[in-house]
């Protein structure tokens, strides 16, 4: 009887599903047939048994569950019949994979299969096998396998090397038992088989070194006469794709002779002829011969040294630069980006075309080719790269000029020849995309302008234009008010005027209009009117005639619903009224800022703590200890650890009115002296008495601007001056109270630290193979938010490895996970996986903390996954 006759019921069963109009119509039609197909399992059906078989395969296709006719599988492929046997091996492959346990059943059909007389049975054995092979049947049916690779018929001997192939990847061992079969596949001529002993090789050489080794002195010959005759033969319409014989062959072998000649001076030089030969020989018109040259290049780079090849790869992935499909402009640009580390000179020969790739519609292009331009910037031509780039952001798409932006900004700080051409390109970059620079670049361009003392009348005259021209890119703004504050007068007087600029013509009021300019615009958030208020109070004591339109103009956010800006309101407008007499010294021009320093900042590389000298210390009314030479930070919090101090008396208090970061000393007895005359300026600012010198052995803490740069502003400057004092100073026992700026008194004890109050550690989860536990804190002043550390402890002896933990709260529950300490945990509790979690509770004090947990990690590459729920959290989080 035909197996197939009965076939028609197979698509009987797929006209019915197909017809279905809803997903429970499919459902049900689909429980019918599975019932029909279990009613003829249970009464061993053999006429049948191949149909629902084939019925099983197109259910499981569906997505539905099939595992009740895995055994039909076995069933059929030991039957006799080839069409069974067909079925069989085909539900095989389909319904079954690797960690099937049923598989073990299946293993001595396919040894029999594998030495079957009929080569189309032996063919179907080892598709199978290729397919569903696991350690355990790979070790047991290796030598049928190994045997088979000499087979009279040239298609079993490709499926054999392809079965072989996943043999070797599954038990590495085995591959020196294949290294002899395989050398002998390379000599073939039938490209089916060829192809798969290639692939065959070049596994063989990645799992052992004794076959790359062998493969390198015995096969590098022939297989560079082989790759000539196909480059070389003529037409043959078997093979030919595209006017080229066979490309799949030809790649084949460029990448087993890339794994050859990769550290091999000796195989490299015998394939250096045929390389060149296949570059220029290959059309590049079709994408074949393109396929073939990509792969070409590959080798050629990977291969040892030969500096005329590499020019010649290179010069390929130019032409590729050209073409019209984006795909292989994309692949020759990542290629560049490699072959920059060994020819740069020859890719800067297609510096232009990698220009125009910048510009490209295409958005991934265009990234890559931007990240292959920042590689090829050096000091030779970096300004030319830099016209171009800086002339595409005018009209690059919004999207893309963040990261153009950014690149420019790290080119011109890499490179830059000189500093004027710096801050001449970084108000260009300001001009066109201020609004996509960083803070940390604009605040590195203010130090530079700090240090470049020759140009600062050049560049506050330049920001003023910039400033005039335009308010909407805000990072401009802000360097240009910070510049006009510390350099107004300049802008005034026309100082420091380069042969390059044309003079300009500005008075005070004109600046203080800059500066109202600023303020007042609709873009200006709270950095830039904080920085402008602090750019106004110094404009009042460098223009004198000028100082009352500026009181009037901070006295209008003295109704700010901004805390921060009603504060800086009113004490500047008491500097002003009140305290003319130290006001020059309040607002005298920032000392040059260190470089290196903010340079070190950046990088994470400047020490937390600065020693200071050994020498007296001047005790100040507070009570600090002053070393002799603490420097005076700037708005921008970029001071220098190392600079001097001012010298005027005022500005030596200065530091303590601002919150200086002094690097806290201890004060020794024996060591104080009377306050200078520097003091009774400072404590008539802040109205008190010169208190008696104190003898103190503890030095207390002093509001320093690296505690202040949290807020959104605090990082400009210091100039929180009666809150911070009031909150952070420490008054000796015994002084007067201390009444700052706004005449209100402070209390005299300091503020206790407040840490929250203690919680107990818990077991939120626990199993058979799994602990975790869990610690809990909560910062001061935010009874909402609880950190919590979960300790992951592995109880079970066997390693866990691609360890995730995930959670999940309520809706009145906001949670975030920091990233795990580890994503290995090791075994029987010999070490632990910590991770943070922060929970805010918008329900605080109404609903507690509840939390869905899912565990998920592989022993063994046997993936585990845990879940429970965790409802024993402490109260009152």
Known sequence: MNPFSSGTRLRDMIRAIRACKTAAEERAVVRKECAAIRASINENDHDYRHRNLAKLMFIHMLGYPTHFGQMECLKLIASPEFPEKRIGYLGLMLLLDERQEVLMLVTNSLKQDLNHANQYIVGLALCALGNICSAEMARDLAPEVERLLQFRDPNTRKKAALCAIRIIKKVPDLAENFINPAAA??????????ITAVQLCTDLCKVSAEALEYFRKKCTESLVKTLKDIVNSPYAPEYDIAGIADPFLHIRLLKFLRVLGKGDADASDLMNDILA????????????????????VETIMSIEDNGGLRVLAINILGRFLSNRDNNIRYVALNMLMNAINVDAQAVQRHRATILECVKDSDASIRKRAL??????????NVKPLTKELIEYLEVSDQDFKGDLTAKICSIIAKFSPQKIWYIDQMLKVLSEAGNFVKDEVWHALIVVISNASDLHGYTVRALYRALQASTEQETLVRVAVWCIGEYGDMLVNNAGMLDIEDPITVTGSDAVDAIELAIKSQTSDLTTKAMSLIALLKLSSRFPSCSERIRDMIIQHKGSLVLESQQRSIEFNSIIEKHQNIRSALVERMPVLDEATFIGRRAGSTPATVSTSNGASLNLPNGVAKPPAAPLVDLLDLSSDDAPAPSSSGGDFLQDLLGVDLSPALQQSGTNQAPRTGTDVLLDLLSIETPPAQSSSSTPDILSASQV??????????????????????TPVGASPMMDLLDGFVPNSPIPENNGPVYPSVIGFESSSLRISFDFSKPPGNPQTTSIQATFTNLSPNVYTDFIFQAAVPKFLQLHLDPASSNTLPASGSGSITQNLRVTNSQHGKKS??????????????????EGQINNFPGGL
């Not at 596949?185 to 060829?194: D, I, N, S, T």
């Not at 296949?278 to 070409?296: D, P, Q, R």
């Open 849 to 866: 903390l509840v939390m869905r947990i899912r565990i998920a990690y592989k022993i063994n590459n046997e993936d585990i996954l845990e």
């Open 277 to 296: 030969q296949v570059a220029t020989k290959t059309e590049s018109n079709k994408n074949a011969g393109n396929a073939i040259l990509y792969e070409c």
């Open 371 to 380: 990240e292959l331009v920042y590689l090829l910037v050096n000091e030779s």
């Open 709 to 730: 740069n949290k807020s959104p502003v605090s990082s400009l400057e210091g100039l929180s001056l009666s809150s911070s004092l009031s909150a952070r100073a420490t």
């Open 185 to 194: 596949l390379l000599k073939e001529k039938h490209h089916g088989v060829l």
